[in-house]
Nanobody, 124 residues
Framework: QVQVVESGGGLVQPGASLRLSCAAS?????????MGWFRQAPGKEREFVAS????????AIADSVKGRFTISRDNAKNTVYLQMNSLKPEDTAVYYC????????????????WGQGTQVTVSS
C-alpha cells in the first residue's frame, strides 16, 4: 500500500505564508501516482485544494485558492509541496495529502490513500 505523511502546518497570522510537505512511500510511486491536497474545516465537508499528476506536468487548483497556493513535486525525493501565500482565516483547516493512480492527469477527486492531516490555523 501507499503511505503519505504531511508536515508543515502551524499557527500563523493573516497574510503569512506556509509551505506544507507530503512525503510519499514506494520506489516506483512517484511516476505513477497523482497527488492531491484537501482540507476540512470544523463542521464542513472536505474540499479539494490542489493536485498534481504523476509526471508533474499537469496541475489543478481550486478557485478559492487560485493565485495564492501553488502545488509542486520533486519525484527524486518522493515529496509533494503546497506553498500557501496570503493566508486568510478562511484557510483554517486540517490539510490532508492524498494519492491515486494517474500518470498524466491531476484529478480533483477519487483519491485512495490519505495522510493523517496537518493543522493550519490562520488567526490574529
Amino acid at each position: 500500500q501507499v503511505q503519505v505523511v504531511e508536515s508543515g502546518g502551524g499557527l500563523v497570522q493573516p497574510g503569512a505564508s506556509l509551505r506544507l510537505s507530503c512525503a510519499a512511500s514506494g520506489r516506483t510511486f512517484s511516476a505513477n501516482y497523482a497527488m492531491g491536497w484537501f482540507r476540512q474545516a470544523p463542521g464542513k465537508e472536505r474540499e479539494f485544494v490542489a493536485s498534481i499528476s504523476g509526471t508533474g506536468d499537469s496541475t489543478a487548483i481550486a478557485d478559492s485558492v487560485k493565485g495564492r497556493f501553488t502545488i509542486s513535486r520533486d519525484n527524486a525525493k518522493n515529496t509533494v509541496y503546497l506553498q500557501m501565500n496570503s493566508l486568510k482565516p478562511e484557510d483554517t483547516a486540517v490539510y490532508y495529502c492524498a494519492a491515486r493512480l494517474s500518470f498524466y492527469y491531476a484529478p480533483r477527486d477519487n483519491y485512495d490513500y490519505w495522510g493523517q492531516g496537518t493543522q493550519v490555523t490562520v488567526s490574529s
